[in-house]
C-alpha cells in the first residue's frame, strides 16, 4: 500500500491497469474504518436476522443511537490518551463522582468543591441551575484530569498506578461529597433531563431534518473546501468521482438516519416523531469538535507524534509533558459530560453509576482500532466501536440472552478484534482470517447455548 | 594521555568561527562523559567528530542540539555566547540535527515529521497540511527528486527515503549548523552516496557540519578537519590533509597525537 497510497499523476495514463486496492488508495479511504463499518453492518444484519426482523427498526436503532452516547463521547479522549502510550482506568469512577456533584448542585443548591462545600441559597430553582451544574461538571472534571494527568507527566508515575488510584478515590469521594453519604439524589432539574433523552429530549422532527440538511452542506462544502486547498498547493487532488461518490454517500447516510429511524421512531409519550436525541447531538459535536483537535491542531498532531516516538517528539521542540497532561484535562471534561448524560438519563444520582464504565470506554477504543503500542487510532474509528459494543449488547438483548453471557461474547469479540487488526497489520491475512473465524465460531456457540 | 587542547582555529579562514564550544563538560553520575572539551567549526567545513564506543562524542554535540545540558562550559555562536536549554533553543541559533536513529515519528507522513513542531498553521490556528505538504515537495525535489511518498506514514519508507525526511528538515529550515550523527549508519551503499552527496552540497552552501561517524572512510572523503575523542577528553585537532588514516586510528586507540604515534603503535593496530 505504500506505493500506491500517493496521490500520483491522476488517472489520464491510457489503460493503467490498476488493481481495486490502488483504487482504493487513491480516495484516501481509512481502509480500517471502511472495515469496521463493514463488521459493524454484517453484526446489525445477523441480529436483524436471528431476532425474526426486530434488530433494525427504527424503534431499536434509536434507542441503540442513544445508549451509544455515554461510552462513544469518553472513548474519543480514551484514544488520545492510549495513542500517547498511557491508560485512564478511573473515568469510570470519575464520571459516578462528577455525576453525583452535578446533581447535588440541582437537589440541594450545594456546589461540592474537594470538601469546600458552597451552598447558594435558592440555586436549585433558579432556571439556569442545569447550565450551573453542567459547567461545575466540567471544571471539576478537567481539574482532576489535570491533577492526573500533571502526576503522570510531570510527577513521572505510570499512568496505570495515577488513574488506578483515582479509581478508588473518586468512587470513594462520592460518599464524602456534601452531606448525603452517598444518599440517591433524585429528581433531577427539568431540563437538565432533557440532556439524557427521551421523549422530550430530542430535536424533534423538523429540527432534525434542519440538523440533516446542514450536515450535508458541511460535508459536500468540507470536500469541496479540501479540493480547493490542494489545487491551490498544486497537489494532487483526490480523483473527482471518488469525492462526488463520497459526498453522496455522506448525504444519503445521513438523510436516511434521519429519515428512517430517528424521524421515523414515533414516541409512545408524545406521539410524534422523536427526531435526534440530544445526547446524539452532544455526542456529533463532541466527535467533530475531537476529530478536529485531533487532526486538524497542532495539540493532536503532538498526541500522535508522542504516541509514535516520544524521543523524536522530544528532540523536535515539543512540551511532550504538557501535552500529555492535556490529554488527561480533556479525559476529565468528557466524563462529565458523560456523567451528565448517565444522571438525566436516569433522572438520579447513585454511588454506583459508572461502574466497569472504563473497561467499556477502553474497549471501544482498542475495538474501534487504537492500539497499545502507541501513535495509532482514530476518534471516528473508537465511536463506531462503542457502537459495536452497543449493538452486541442490545442485540443480545432481543436475543434474551443473559447479561454474563453478554459479558463473555463482547469479551470474546475485544479479543478477537485485537487479533484481527494485529494479524493485518503484520501482513498475516490467514492468521486474521483464522481470528475471524475462530471468534466468530465461539461466539455463536455462545449465544446459540444462552438463549433463554 | 596528551594534554586536551585543541590546535588553534586555522587562522587562513578569517572572520570568526561558527560555533565554539569551550570547555565542556557533562557528568552522568560520577563518570564524566564528557570532561573539558574544546572544539570548533567554521562556515562551509565538515568537522569530523571520532572515536569509540563511550568516547563521548554524542553527549557532547547533545549540548550544542539542546538535547542535554552540559553542567559547565561556553557554547559560542558567531562570536557570541549562548545559552541552550532544549531543540528549540537549538533552533532559534541555527542549529539542526539529524539523529543516528533519524528521530522521526514513524505513525506520521513525511510532511508532518519535517515540520515537527514548527508547523505551519491557518490563520484560524489550524494545521496548514497542504502548505506543509507543498513545501515538502519542494524540498524533496531539491534534496531526492525520486521521493513520492508524501502521504504515507515514514515507517513505510526505505532507509534512505527517511533519512531524506529527516535531512528535509534541516535544509527547509536554513539550518546554519548542522550535526550529523552517523547519518550514514543505516542505509546501503547507494543510499550512503547520495547523502554524501548531499553533505558536499551543504557545505558548498556555507553550512557549518559536525560530523559524527565511525566509518573512516566517511569521514577520510568528507571532512576538513577531524576530532578524536577517547574516554570523554579531546585527544586531538588535526587537518585531514596533514594525517594518514592510520594516524588517526592511533588516536581513537590509543589517545596518541599523530607525533607520538611510533612505528610499534601502528604495528600494533594492524
Known amino acids: ?452 | 594521555m596528551t594534554d586536551t587542547h585543541t590546535e588553534p582555529a586555522p587562522s587562513e579562514r578569517g572572520g570568526p568561527p561558527l560555533v565554539e564550544m569551550r570547555d565542556i563538560r557533562v557528568a552522568f553520575g560520577g563518570i564524566h562523559a564528557v570532561d573539558g572539551v574544546t572544539i570548533d567549526l567554521y562556515p562551509g567545513e565538515v568537522v569530523a567528530l571520532v572515536g569509540g564506543n563511550g568516547a563521548g562524542k554524542s553527549t557532547l554535540i547533545h549540548t550544542l542540539a539542546g538535547a542535554h545540558p552540559a553542567d559547565s562550559g561556553q557554547i559560542v555562536i558567531n562570536g557570541v555566547p549562548v545559552t541552550i536549554h532544549n531543540p528549540r533553543d537549538a533552533r532559534l541559533y541555527g542549529v539542526e540535527v539529524i539523529y543516528q536513529k533519524l528521530a522521526l515519528a514513524d505513525n506520521i507522513d513525511a510532511a508532518g515529521n519535517v515540520f515537527l513542531g514548527r508547523e505551519l498553521h491557518t490563520r484560524t490556528g489550524a494545521l496548514d497540511d497542504s502548505a506543509m505538504a507543498s513545501a515538502t515537495q519542494k524540498v524533496m525535489a531539491r534534496l531526492n527528486p525520486r521521493f513520492k511518498n508524501l502521504k504515507t506514514p515514514v515507517k513505510s519508507l526505505s532507509g534512505g527515503q527517511r533519512q531524506s525526511v529527516a535531512i528535509a528538515r534541516a535544509v527547509h529550515f536554513n539550518a546554519k549548523i548542522l550535526i550529523m550523527d552517523e547519518p550514514t549508519a543505516a542505509l546501503g551503499p547507494a543510499e550512503t552516496a547520495q547523502v554524501r552527496e548531499l553533505i558536499t552540497q551543504l557545505k558548498s552552501e556555507g553550512i557549518g557540519i559536525f560530523l559524527i561517524s565511525h566509518d573512516i572512510h566517511d569521514v577520510f572523503d568528507l571532512a576538513d578537519r577531524i576530532s578524536v575523542m577517547l574516554q570523554g577528553r579531546l585527544v586531538g585537532t588535526v587537518k585531514k590533509s596533514d594525517v594518514t588514516k592510520d594516524e588517526v586510528l592511533a588516536m581513537i586507540i590509543a589517545g596518541k597525537k599523530p607525533g607520538d604515534v611510533s612505528l610499534d603503535d601502528i604495528a600494533k593496530l594492524h
Open chain 1, 1 to 452: 500500500m505504500t506505493e500506491g497510497a500517493t496521490p500520483a499523476a491522476p488517472t489520464q495514463g491510457p489503460a493503467t491497469k490498476r488493481s481495486w486496492k490502488d483504487v482504493l488508495a487513491s480516495t484516501e479511504i481509512d481502509t480500517r474504518l471502511l472495515g469496521m463499518i463493514a463488521s459493524l453492518l454484517a453484526i446489525w444484519v445477523a441480529f436483524h436476522v436471528l431476532s425474526d426482523g426486530s434488530f433494525l427498526t427504527a424503534r431499536n436503532l434509536w434507542n441503540l443511537s442513544v445508549q451509544s452516547t455515554s461510552i462513544a463521547i469518553m472513548a474519543t479522549g480514551m484514544v488520545l490518551i492510549i495513542v500517547s502510550r498511557n491508560i485512564d482506568l478511573s473515568v469510570g469512577s470519575l464520571l459516578g463522582f462528577l455525576g453525583y456533584t452535578m446533581a447535588l448542585v440541582q437537589t440541594d443548591s450545594v456546589i461540592a468543591f474537594f470538601g469546600l462545600d458552597l451552598t447558594i441559597d435558592g440555586l436549585q430553582d433558579k432556571a439556569y441551575v442545569w447550565l450551573v451544574a453542567l459547567a461545575v461538571g466540567i471544571v471539576l472534571g478537567a481539574l482532576i484530569g489535570s491533577l492526573q494527568g500533571f502526576i503522570v507527566a510531570y510527577v513521572g508515575v505510570p499512568a496505570f498506578i495515577v488513574t488506578l488510584g483515582g479509581f478508588l478515590v473518586w468512587r470513594g469521594m462520592i460518599f464524602r461529597t456534601g452531606d448525603k453519604q452517598g444518599q440517591t439524589l433524585a429528581p433531577l432539574d427539568d431540563t437538565f433531563q432533557l440532556i439524557g433523552g427521551g421523549a422530550k429530549g430530542s430535536l424533534g422532527e423538523w429540527r432534525s431534518w434542519l440538523v440533516a440538511v446542514l450536515a450535508c452542506a458541511g460535508i459536500v462544502a468540507s470536500i469541496y473546501l479540501a479540493r480547493r486547498r490542494r489545487k491551490r498547493y498544486e497537489l494532487a487532488p483526490r480523483p473527482m468521482w471518488a469525492d462526488v461518490t463520497l459526498a453522496t454517500l455522506g448525504c444519503l447516510v445521513v438523510l436516511a438516519g434521519v429519515g428512517l429511524v430517528t424521524n421515523k421512531y414515533i414516541s409512545p409519550i408524545t406521539e410524534d416523531p422523536t427526531g435526534i436525541a440530544y445526547p446524539v447531538v452532544i455526542l456529533i459535536v463532541v466527535t467533530l469538535a475531537m476529530s478536529y483537535l485531533a487532526r486538524r491542531r497542532r495539540f493532536g498532531r503532538y498526541v500522535y507524534a508522542y504516541g509514535g516516538n516520544p524521543e523524536a517528539a522530544e528532540l523536535g521542540g515539543i512540551n511532550t509533558r504538557r501535552t500529555v497532561m492535556l490529554t488527561f484535562t480533556l479525559m476529565g471534561a468528557l466524563c462529565a459530560v458523560s456523567a451528565a448524560i448517565q444522571t438525566a438519563r436516569l433522572n438520579a444520582a447513585v454511588t454506583n453509576l459508572g461502574v466497569q464504565n472504563e473497561l467499556d470506554v477502553i474497549a471501544a477504543a482498542v475495538i474501534g482500532g487504537t492500539s497499545f503500542a502507541g501513535g495509532i487510532g482514530t476518534i471516528p474509528g473508537a465511536v463506531l466501536g462503542a457502537v459495536v459494543m452497543q449493538s452486541l449488547r442490545s442485540g443480545m438483548v432481543l436475543l434474551k440472552i443473559d447479561s454474563p453471557s453478554q459479558d463473555i461474547v463482547v469479551g470474546v469479540v475485544l479479543v478477537t478484534a485485537v487479533a484481527i487488526d494485529s494479524a493485518i497489520r503484520l501482513g498475516r491475512k490467514r492468521l486474521a482470517l483464522a481470528s475471524l473465524v475462530a471468534g466468530l465460531i465461539i461466539s455463536a456457540i455462545i449465544i446459540q447455548t444462552g438463549r433463554a
